[in-house]
Each structure stands twice: as structure tokens, then as C-alpha cells.
């Protein structure tokens, strides 16, 4: 099973009924760039999941195929594809949740920012015909820059007069499985139990994990918090640089991607214990879009974690200041494109 972002105690109860209740396949996935990096692998992971009763397919290209393949896999989700943009509203008709890993990725030397061009035009393209067709659905967003295509989405969703804050997602889950995984490596604390949040945006400085908030309870080394801290802020570009030129983060993403999507059918389906970070709108600074833990539910984000944000290290505190701007001028330019169009 993907690994849940939930308390200890959530998840032993979890555990038990688990072992009880095996869960209906019942809900409708529509991956929107489905023959790509992510795509593919976020399609194969998605096709895993007993709450899927279907998987829609969608790419300008290559989705035949894909499709064809995935469908012999022997789970419950039917697999369906659909190529271009002739097919794209028929892709979200009934559909409960849209991913959109749809656009191009980072080179060696490129900032995500740099992509902002080409995939701002994709996103709000695909997030108009989700709109026209599926305006009551949960929209996970992963194209970036994340920090800038979400107001772009939210715009859109408002000129046609469907926005609902509680159901638009930047998905931020690889930031928190990474962080996970090298506290997990530098502390040597079993994987399964650690949960640190990351709060901010995703891109560069504007990712800040909360090392502080770690459960279970650790502490750390300035110097830990440091390295810890870039590294995580990092690992993005890392995976740029040693794919040379082939493009970023695609199997983590496609991990991290359907984990969210795992916890988004699970509150569907009426878990009353779901928490994830991601990139919403927010009233928890005076940023309208700000990533941190949220509680799901049936109708989307429950609650925003304001918890998190108390107490912080001073070095939290320092690093939460020094993001606002840009992940402010972040959010602005996604805003003015939207509404310049
Ligand atoms: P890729 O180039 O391998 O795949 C992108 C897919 O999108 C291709 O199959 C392409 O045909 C398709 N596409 C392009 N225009 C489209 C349109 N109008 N409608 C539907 N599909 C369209 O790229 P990859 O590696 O899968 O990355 C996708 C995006 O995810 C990039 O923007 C990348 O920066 C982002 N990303 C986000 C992360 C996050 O943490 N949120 C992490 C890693 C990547």
C-alpha cells in the first residue's frame, strides 16, 4: 500500500479495518497527460487502486498503447483512452478526480519557472474543459511551475463560474516523500514512521520542510537543518541533472502523485482520518495560495493544519519570511496570464 500521510494511531485503526473491509472500486480517475514521464507510471499505480472502477486515459499522443498495455493488468479499474483534443471532454465526463501531469519538464539549468510559458497555455486548456465537464470533481494539479499553474487553474475555474477552493490541489507529495525518506536515511528511524511536513510552495526556497514538526519526535543539528533543508529543496534538480537533458522526476512523481490520489478516494469514500500537504488556497498566511498538511473529506480539503505553523524553530520562522516574495510573485504572474487571456 502507498504510504498515508496519518497519525500512528490512525494508522493502527486503519490496519485493523483493512483487514476487514475490502474497499468498493467504484470511483472514476482521469490522468490528463497519461503517455508522459509521470503519466505513465502514475497510470500503472492508479490502475492498482481497489477504489478505481475507472481510468481515463488522455494525451495528444501515445495513449493507444498505454492504454492497451495497463489493461491487462488483472485489477478491477477499466482502462479507456482518448487522444487529442476531440476526445479530451469525453475523458472527464463522470470523472471524481483529474490529474494533470500534462506539459513539458525541467532541462539541466532550467528553473520551473522557466517552463511557465508552455505549460501555463496547457494547463489552463485542460482545466477549461474540465470546467465544461467535470466542474464537481477533485483537480490535482502536478505541470509546473505548480506555484503559478494552481492560480492558473483557479482563475479559469472562476470565468467559468465553478471554482471551488476545497477541490483544486498543487501536488506537492514528492516533497513530503522526500523529505521523509532522508530524514528517515540520516536519522535512521524506520521509513514507515516518519511524517514531516512541508509547508510553502514547490519550487526552490519556497519548499520548507518543518523538520521541528517531525513525528516521531527527533531532533537535529543546525547543521542537519541546513543540509537536510537544501537537500530536500534540491532533490528536484538532482534528479534534472543526472538525467542529463532526459527530463526530472517521473517514478517518484508517479509515486508520490497516486498516493494523493489513494488519500483524495479514500476521503470519497468517507475516511474520516485523511491528511496530506499540498498546495491550496489558504488563509494560514497572507498568501491566498500556501501548501501545508490539509485535512480530506467527501467535499475536499476539510480543514487547513494551522497547528504546524505554531511554534516554529527560528530558522523556520527566518525561511517561512524569506519565501513569501517569491512565492507571492509566483501566484501574481499565474493570476495576471490567467486573466490576460
Ligand atoms: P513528459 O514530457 O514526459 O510528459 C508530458 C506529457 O504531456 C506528454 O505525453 C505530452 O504529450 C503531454 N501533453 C503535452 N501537451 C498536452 C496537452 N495539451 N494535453 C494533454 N497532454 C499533453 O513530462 P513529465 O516528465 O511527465 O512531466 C510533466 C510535468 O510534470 C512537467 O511540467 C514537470 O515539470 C511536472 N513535474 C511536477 C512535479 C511536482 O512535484 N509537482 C515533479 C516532477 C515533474
Not at 526530472?248 to 478516494?265: D, I, P
Not at 505553523?309 to 527566518?318: M, V
Not at 524569506?322 to 495576471?336: D, M, Q, R, Y
Request: proline share 5%.
Amino acid at each position: 500500500a502507498l504510504q498515508q500521510s496519518i497519525t500512528p494511531k490512525a494508522r493502527n485503526k486503519k490496519q485493523r479495518s483493512w483487514n476487514h473491509v475490502q474497499p468498493q472500486a467504484s470511483y472514476k480517475v482521469a490522468v490528463l497527460g497519461a503517455s508522459g514521464g509521470i503519466g505513465q507510471p502514475l497510470a500503472l499505480l492508479i490502475k492498482m487502486s481497489p477504489l478505481v472502477s475507472s481510468l481515463h486515459l488522455y494525451d495528444i499522443a501515445n495513449v493507444k498503447g498505454v492504454a492497451a498495455d495497463l489493461s491487462y493488468c488483472n485489477t478491477p479499474a477499466q482502462v479507456f483512452d482518448f487522444t487529442g483534443a476531440s476526445e479530451l471532454a469525453n475523458s472527464l465526463k463522470g470523472v471524481d478526480v483529474v490529474v494533470i501531469p500534462a506539459g513539458v519538464p525541467r532541462k539541466p539549468g532550467m528553473t520551473r519557472d522557466d517552463l511557465f510559458n508552455i505549460n501555463a497555455n496547457i494547463v489552463k486548456g485542460l482545466v477549461e474543459a474540465v470546467a465544461d465537464n467535470c466542474p464537481d470533481a477533485f483537480i490535482h494539479i502536478i505541470s509546473n511551475p505548480v506555484n503559478s499553474t494552481v492560480p492558473i487553474a483557479a482563475e479559469v475555474l472562476k470565468q467559468k463560474g465553478v471554482y471551488d477552493p476545497k477541490k483544486l490541489f498543487g501536488v506537492t507529495t514528492l516533497d513530503v516523500v522526500r523529505a521523509n525518506t532522508f530524514v528517515a536515511q540520516k536519522k535512521n528511524l524506520r521509513l514507515i514512521d516518519v511524517d514531516v511536513p512541508v509547508i510553502g510552495g514547490h519550487a526552490g526556497i519556497t519548499i520548507l520542510p518543518l523538520l521541528s514538526k517531525t513525528r516521531p519526535s527527533t531532533t537535529f543539528t543546525d547543521e542537519e537543518v541546513q543540509e537536510l533543508t537544501v537537500r530536500i529543496q534540491n532533490a528536484g534538480t538532482e534528479v534534472v541533472e543526472a538525467k542529463a537533458g532526459a527530463g526530472s522526476a517521473t517514478l517518484s512523481m508517479a509515486y508520490a502523485a497516486a498516493r494523493f490520489v489513494e488519500s483524495s478516494l479514500r476521503a470519497l469514500d468517507g475516511d474520516a482520518d485523511v491528511y496530506e500537504c499540498s498546495y491550496v488556497q489558504s488563509d494560514l498566511t497572507e498568501l491566498p495560495f500556501f501548501a501545508s498538511r490539509v485535512k480530506l473529506g467527501r467535499n475536499g480539503v476539510e480543514a487547513l493544519i494551522s497547528s504546524d505553523l505554531r511554534g516554529l524553530t527560528e530558522y523556520e520562522q527566518k525561511a517561512l519570511e524569506a519565501l513569501k516574495p517569491e512565492l507571492k510573485a509566483s501566484i501574481e504572474k499565474g493570476i495576471t496570464y490567467a486573466q490576460k487571456q
